[in-house]
């Protein structure tokens, strides 16, 4: 997955944040191809999840908190 991509999964994090916060405030989310994969409260857990799953770089973690500047988590390809 690319950048882009990873963007794209983001704007899309921001889109559903509000119905996120009404079950999930305050856990961190997997996010891959813009689909919710699983919630964690662990930010750790969460990527070693993501990493298992799909691979580095294709997915982003996201805490789930209504002050969002920049993702919390990106796993790029280098």
Excluded: W
């Excluded at 997955?1 to 856990?27: R, V, W």
């Excluded at 990493?51 to 770089?57: Q, V």
């Amino acid at each position: 997955m690319s950048e882009c991509n990873q963007l794209e999964d983001y704007t899309f994090f921001k889109k559903k944040l509000p119905d996120l916060m009404i079950d999930h405030a305050g856990d961190f989310v997997v996010i891959h191809s813009r689909e919710i994969t699983d919630f964690f409260g662990d930010k750790s857990q969460a990527i070693q999840y993501a990493e298992r799953k799909f691979g580095s770089g294709r997915y982003i973690v996201q805490e789930i908190h209504m002050r969002h500047a920049r993702p919390a988590s990106y796993s790029l390809l280098i």
